[in-house]
């Protein structure tokens, strides 16, 4: 996951506009939601939920806000009713591209997927055309200005995480699906920071990309993400650090 790692990083340190927090504010509740229709609204015994919550307390939605989120998913309150999608294609250069959206119309979002890959020189391809160039695993992020890698890693490895990976100014704790909240809590209690969690589809290989392909597929992934119904975009593409600044 290298390059979309990356891609990651440069976005998160972009300034945050009062649009940008409005529209993850609205798929983080989605994701609420959704979470509590699934598991039910404890998050103590419902994984997917707490991971939500979390997400939400990161870009400081209030509290209110979560627990109506959840009663809508518990049907406690009215809401609107979402489903999860996923599709799957390719974008320039063979990159494969997953994409998870949660969503209240599926026409309408396949539809808007589908331009986005044509605009950007992707093609949306069939159920499970990518799937299987992919692991499904816990991704942690922590700030490797903040912790040192020889202790971090010890202390990642102790806790149970099947691998450890500095990568820019981040370090990039995997774990596997069962053991991913008991990892963040075993880190935290060592007093590492946790900058965000989530479970992520993770390539087994990468494809390397330069030049125009590299641009492109940066804007594909862009235009996904921007979409209100798409949850989350991941991606086999490697592109250098170096080149990957340039295009942003």
């Known amino acids: ?9 440069i976005k998160r340190k972009k300034a945050i506009t009062d649009a940008k927090r409005g529209a993850s504010w609205t798929k983080v509740i989605r994701e609420i939601t959704v979470a509590a229709k699934a598991g039910g609204g404890d998050p103590g015994g419902n994984p997917r939920l707490r991971t939500a919550i979390d997400a939400a307390k990161a870009v400081n939605m209030p509290g209110d806000n979560i627990e109506r989120a959840i009663k809508k998913g518990t049907g406690e309150l009215e809401g609107t009713i979402y489903e999860e999608v996923t599709y799957e ?8 591209i997953i994409i998870e959206a949660t969503t209240d119309n599926s026409t309408r979002t396949v539809a808007d997927i589908r331009h986005a890959f044509s605009r950007n020189g992707g093609n949306l391809g069939s159920s499970n055309s990518v799937t299987w160039m992919f692991d499904r695993k816990g991704q942690i992020y922590i700030d490797a200005s903040k912790h040192k890698e020889d202790s971090t890693l010890e202390a990642a490895l102790e806790a149970g995480a099947e691998d450890f990976a500095p990568e820019g100014d981040q370090y990039i704790v995997s774990t596997t699906i069962p053991t991913f909240h008991a990892v963040q809590e075993a880190l935290k209690a060592k007093g590492i920071t946790i900058d965000s969690a989530e479970i992520a589809q993770v390539p087994k290989n990468t494809v390397k990309l330069e030049g125009k392909q590299a641009e492109q597929i940066l ?14 975009v991941f991606s086999n593409f490697d592109i250098d650090a170096s080149e990957l600044a340039e295009a942003t």
Do not use: I
Not at 219 to 232: F, G, N, Q
């Open 1 to 9: 996951m290298a390059g979309h790692s990356k891609w990651k990083q």
């Open 219 to 232: 804007k594909l992934v862009e235009a996904l993400e921007d979409l209100d119904d798409v949850s989350k």
């Open 89 to 96: 294609g390719y974008g320039p250069g063979g990159a494969a």
